[in-house]
T-cell receptor
Framework: EDKVVQSPLSLVVHEGDTVTLNCSYE??????LLWYKQEKKAPTFLFMLTSSGIEKKSGRLSSILDKKELFSILNITATQTGDSAVYLC??????????FGTGTRLTIIP | DAGVIQSPRHEVTEMGQEVTLRCKPI?????LFWYRQTMMRGLELLIYFNNNVPIDDSGMPEDRFSAKMPNASFSTLKIQPSEPRDSAVYFC????????????FGQGTRLTVV
């Protein structure tokens, strides 16, 4: 059964800490995995990982894809209060459905 | 481009009333998605279109829900009749060409059915 599972469901850390968010998936015909950040409104795109691009980095955020073990991690270093959000992982399933995990709610304490 | 535009931003309606949510995708995008987000179920894909044609509506919860895309720049999601359990935030998103790429989301419509 195709599925996307994220962990932990929520995470509270102090400003300056490093966090690692996890996303595991099961899907036939893997094509890509996407990470989104959702604050109070719409999800905004962070990264897309594919077979030809298994590691991405942007500033303090980075993500890797392990196609063998079927998971991805999103790392945030030197966290700031502005990083507080729900982080969503999404994988396209068969028939072109971009399916989201339930998300990890990250709270950064000043 | 102004991004994906949804209207209204907030809608409060009484049970049994018809509700119509509207979406204008980013110009040139071939795919349009309607999602519903609740605390309990997260983001759920309701239906998506490719070049204005509905491709998969298996996520539409009931016959009370319907969606149309009469042209490349406009789509509607209608609920008739509405029920309190339909209360959620409804997002429209669009993407360019391949569906497995980046999808751009609108700001959502927060629907409350009382």
């Amino acid at each position: 059964e195709d599925k996307v599972v994220q962990s932990p469901l929520s995470l509270v850390v102090h400003e300056g800490d490093t966090v690692t968010l996890n996303c595991s998936y099961e899907v036939t015909n893997f094509r890509s995995l996407l990470w989104y950040k959702q604050e109070k409104k719409a999800p905004t795109f962070l990264f897309m990982l594919t077979s030809s691009g298994i590691e991405k980095k942007s500033g303090r955020l980075s993500s890797i894809l392990d196609k063998k073990e079927l998971f991805s991690i999103l790392n945030i270093t030197a966290t700031q209060t502005g990083d507080s959000a729900v982080y969503l992982c999404a994988v396209p399933f068969g028939n072109e459905k971009l399916t989201f995990g339930t998300g990890t709610r990250l709270t950064i304490i000043p | 481009d102004a991004g994906v535009i949804q209207s209204p931003r907030h809608e409060v309606t009484e049970m049994g009333q018809e509700v119509t949510l509207r979406c204008k995708p980013i110009s040139g995008h071939d795919y349009l998605f309607w999602y519903r987000q609740t605390m309990m179920r997260g983001l759920e894909l309701l239906i998506y279109f490719n070049n204005n044609v509905p491709i998969d509506d298996s996520g539409m919860p009931e016959d009370r829900f319907s969606a149309k895309m009469p042209n490349a720049s406009f789509s509607t999601l209608k609920i008739q009749p509405s029920e309190p359990r339909d209360s959620a935030v409804y997002f429209c998103a669009s993407s360019l060409r391949s569906f497995w790429g980046e999808a751009f989301f609108g700001q959502g419509t927060r629907l409350t059915v009382v």
